[in-house]
């Protein structure tokens, strides 16, 4: 589980990106986070994985600090799904979602069975166990992100953290991807934030919501309770009428 | 053009058996250049000379031993250190066209080396440190001139490297053009790279720094294996990027410096082997990494050996060779790769 | 005392054959010498050779497998009748022509050691600029004598005649050529001398052009030819100079030091003859002398003082200064 308590961040000596930042995401829970571009989300997501230091509170991972923990240890505790990933020198599918057990592997040490079955399994709960020996750069972005959580569940990962995982995606694969985020993070305990612009599909799926707006927490809760039109108006800054899909039952929001 | 991809993951034996299966090439290389030259001798000559040299003519131990063997050996040794240093800058920068020449580490180092001729050292410590020297400023310049917030951007460290190759060679240049005659010839190979003063005494310098420098990369071989991904998802992945970048930039400086401090500037060798390997074996660094190295060890030997027999009894400078090899090769790449780089 | 031994009589062995006993005295005495001068040239068995370098050099005999690392010293070498014994050259080595057709050892800027090893010389002469330390070590490693000769000045070209003469056994033919070449040298030193001295500018490369400083043996003959040369004062030794330049120093001659062929001069000439305010452009003093007897510390080279003497000082007339040149005292092909 991961735990920001009291945070702040500071590029340089300029504008807050975020302060105050108080919230958790335990075992099987899915929280989302919305809010608009530069309301700090990204940093967020990099102050959850130790990549940056916040200026003021602390980051707790099982209950310790973050400061606590080298890079390998985080890396196996913190898994992180970018938006996108360009790979600059081809590999196999499976040789990407091995990437993740590079927090467990020894200096000389190559994978052994154990690494390979975690891989595979991996590529199995994504769904895309029948690429494994295709170059990553031929699949298309729905399967590309699969991949990429498989890698990250690979990693035998306590919490997930998404960066727009859907940003690029058609919207076949954003349910898709959303589901499969869903019943990972159920199946295996796991402590998942997502950043995410689809307010539906986060409503939809996300067990508690996390709305920022200039670099503050504005609210928090359930779907349900947050997702109203002044709140999604003061975030968004733009006219909306929030009411109920008729037939999921998730609230919906319709730009005026 | 087709990348090879395996079907399982990479074990240590596969990594093992290619290798073994390289050495024994590089074997029957050294053998085959030890028997090629401007002197007629034939492989039977070339066994007595290392079993019973007894029946053998004095001037054919000679010319074996401390002409071809020291050259031979030199050259394996600077292939496999140019070409492993290839691989790795372009690990590190994720860009294809990236090798000690065209980052202009190696006139880096060949401007140290000249400096050290000028101070006055003669091949002794001297000049093989001065190399390394200059071969680290040079690196610290292309990354001081090129680092971002989000680290290094490789196109602008390439274009970095053009400009102090440039330099440094312009630097040379204006040394030779205003030295006296007997300086003169001594750095005129700074430029074209030769290996015709070899001695043993320069392979045994450089075969440590060769050989410790390969092991060091290696271990770092996944690191920059997840490199390529990006520095982002590299250090999401636990790898400690600053790090992995400095201790290999440092151990090939290091490696390159020593090398062209004895052989001079030779350039083609770091692009064109770790590129082979790659179509060849897939893009894992763990194979990659002994592949060029010995690829690159090979490749040299084979230029050489060609430099000094093509147009016997004058000698084509070896980077002419490399060159006339290495641009078609390019050409090709960017053909068949195109725009892929621009990304 | 062979006389003492004949006259004292109390001593006197009354032999029946006194003369023969004479004889044999004198065959004792002379024997050393009969065996020395019959069985090798003038001193040359076992003797250390200290070279221009300083360098000790040990021959065991007369060497007969000489490999020439310069085209300067294959003249020499064939200009002292020993064309019969060189075994290799270097790639320009090309005067004389018998001399381009021996086998190629590599330039000597880049010897290929391996060619001079298979060839097994006896001796190879090089020269302190241009051959490699390194190949020259090689080449002693395979027990090899190497002789290292540095002529810088016109002068040191007669000296070194005689010490490679020296070296191969033919000392008195060397010394006799050795002083021919010195008498050629001084009879054109006097002829200048008193006379007024032209300011001259060497050109040794047409595109850039570039002329030589004081170190070069280009400026040691317009010296000795009563010249003096406008750039012997800059700093580099083969300065790249510009029109402005030459333009500055308003030589009276000019003299182009190339191996171009007619047309290829016409056109420098030409390029010349655009500024008017050059003295030796305007006097038409723009002169072609052939680079190969005016930059190699060769023989020949005095042919290329004299020649210089008489462009600069036209004064003197084509009489005072016919060339010495033609045959040897011996007819050797060799004509400097």
């Not at chain 1, 196996?76 to 081809?90: D, G, K, L, S, Y």
């Not at chain 1, 349910?175 to 295996?188: G, M, Q, T, Y």
């Not at chain 2, 005659?181 to 700074?190: A, C, G, K, T, Y």
């Not at chain 2, 290999?248 to 290091?254: D, E, G, P, Q």
Request: aromatic share 8%; net charge positive.
């Amino acid at each position: 589980m991961i735990q920001f308590s009291d945070v702040g961040f500071q590029y340089d000596e300029g504008l807050w990106a975020l302060k105050n930042i108080s919230f958790q995401a335990g075992k099987s829970e899915l929280v989302g986070v919305l809010g608009p571009n530069g309301s700090g989300k990204t940093t967020l997501l990099k102050l959850g994985n130790g990549l940056l230091r916040p200026r003021q509170g602390e980051v707790l991972l099982e209950g310790k600090s973050i400061d606590s923990y080298s890079r390998i240890q985080i890396a196996r505790e913190v898994a992180m799904v970018p938006q996108q990933t360009h790979f600059h020198f081809t590999f196999s599918v499976l040789e990407v979602v091995l990437m993740g057990r590079f927090p467990y592997l020894k200096r000389f040490e190559f994978e052994g069975e154990r690494d390979v079955e975690i891989a595979r399994r991996a590529l199995e709960t994504t769904h895309s166990i029948e690429f494994a020996s295709r170059p990553i750069d031929e699949l298309s972005g729905g399967e590309r992100q699969r991949v990429l959580i498989a890698r990250a569940l690979a990693q035998e990962p306590s919490v997930m953290l998404l960066d727009e995982p859907t940003a690029f995606l058609d919207l076949k694969f954003k349910k898709e991807i959303f589901e499969l985020i869903s019943s990972l993070v159920r199946a295996n305990a796991i402590a998942a934030v997502v950043v995410s612009h689809d307010i539906e599909l986060a409503a939809k799926y996300c067990d508690r919501i996390i709305m920022l707006k200039e670099g503050e927490i504005v609210f928090v809760g359930k779907p349900h309770e947050v997702l109203t039109c002044e709140s999604v108006e003061y975030v968004y800054e733009c006219s909306v009428v929030v009411d109920e899909n008729p037939v999921t039952g998730a609230p919906r929001v319709s730009v005026v | 053009m087709e990348v090879k991809l395996q079907k399982g993951p990479l074990t240590a034996r596969r990594v093992i058996g290619i290798s073994l299966i390289l050495m024994v090439a590089l074997g029957a290389a050294i053998l085959i250049s030890l028997v090629c030259g401007t002197a007629k001798i034939s492989f039977v000559d070339v066994f007595r000379v290392f079993s019973d040299s007894s029946h053998v003519r004095e001037s054919t131990k000679l010319i074996v031993l401390r002409i071809r063997l020291p050259r031979v050996i030199l050259a394996g040794l600077a292939g496999f250190t140019l070409s492993l240093g290839g691989l790795v800058f372009q690990a590190l920068l994720r860009n294809p066209l990236a090798d000690p020449f065209v980052l202009g580490v190696s006139s880096g180092a060949a401007f140290g080396a000249v400096i050290a001729i000028i101070l006055g050292f003669s091949f002794g410590y001297g000049v093989p440190l001065f190399a390394f020297l200059g071969a680290i400023i040079t690196i610290y310049l292309v990354l001081a001139i090129s680092k971002r917030a989000m680290g290094v951007e490789s196109s602008t460290a390439i274009l970095a490297g053009v400009i102090v190759n440039a330099f440094f060679t312009a630097i040379i240049m204006f040394f030779i053009a205003t030295s006296t005659e007997d300086r003169l010839h001594s750095m005129l190979f700074w430029l074209y790279g030769d290996l015709s003063q070899s001695r043993i005494s320069y392979s045994v310098m450089t075969a440590p720094v060769a050989i410790a420098g390969f092991f060091l990369l290696y271990s770092f071989s996944r690191h920059l294996n997840l490199l390529a991904a990006g520095e982002e998802s590299a250090l999401h992945l636990g790898v400690n990027v600053e790090r992995a970048r400095l201790v290999c930039f440092l151990a090939v400086s290091l490696m390159v410096g020593v090398a062209v401090s004895f052989t001079g500037l030779i350039g083609f060798v770091g692009l064109i082997v770790p590129h082979l390997a790659r179509m060849l074996l897939g893009s894992d660094n763990r194979l990659l990494m002994p592949v060029s190295a010995l690829g690159g060890a090979l490749f040299l030997i084979a230029a050489d050996t060609a430099a000094r027999t093509v147009m016997s009894p004058s000698e084509l400078p070896v980077g002419v060779v490399t060159a006339f090899l290495g641009a078609p090769f390019f050409i090709y790449l960017l053909k068949t790769r195109g725009s892929r780089w621009t990304q | 005392m062979i006389w003492v031994c004949i006259t004292r009589r109390p001593f006197e062995v009354r032999t029946k054959r006194p003369m023969k006993r004479r004889a044999y005295l004198i065959m004792y005495c002379l024997l050393p010498v009969l065996i020395l001068g019959l069985t090798s040239p003038e001193g040359v068995r076992g003797e250390t050779f200290v070279d221009a370098l300083g360098r000790r050099v040990v021959l065991n005999r007369a060497p007969r497998r000489i490999v020439s690392l310069a085209p300067s010293v294959t003249e020499l070498l064939y200009y002292l009748g020993l064309g019969n014994r060189v075994v290799g050259v270097t790639t320009f080595s090309d005067y004389p022509p018998d001399a381009a057709r021996k086998p190629k050892v590599g330039s000597y800027v880049h010897l290929n050691v391996e060619r001079i090893l298979e060839l097994e010389p006896d001796l190879a002469v090089g020269t302190k600029d241009g051959n490699e330390p390194s190949s020259v070590a090689l080449l002693e490693q395979a027990g090899i004598p190497v002789y290292i000769v540095n002529p810088r000045h016109v002068e040191d070209v007669a000296d070194t005649l005689f010490s490679i003469a020296r070296l191969c056994g033919v000392a008195q033919k060397g010394k006799r050529l050795a002083r021919s070449l010195g008498d050629r040298i001084e009879k054109v030193r006097a002829q200048v001398r008193g006379l007024p001295k032209p300011l001259v500018f060497v050109q040794i490369n047409l595109k850039p052009i570039i002329s030589v400083s004081r170190n070069t043996i280009h400026n040691d003959v317009i010296r000795l030819a009563g010249g003096i040369n406008v750039m012997a004062d800059a700093r580099i030794t083969y300065p790249t100079v510009s029109v402005e330049q030459v333009l500055a120093r308003r030589p009276d001659v000019i003299i182009i030091s190339s191996m171009e062929r007619a047309g290829r001069f016409e056109k420098a000439r030409r390029e010349w003859m655009r500024w008017k305010s050059i003295p030796a452009v305007r006097n038409n003093r723009v002169y072609l002398v052939d680079s190969d007897i005016l930059d190699r510390a060769s023989p020949r080279i005095i042919k290329g003082l004299e020649t210089v003497a008489q462009l600069l000082h036209p004064e003197l007339g084509k009489k005072e200064l016919e060339l010495n040149g033609g045959k040897t005292s011996e007819g050797t092909p060799y004509s400097p």
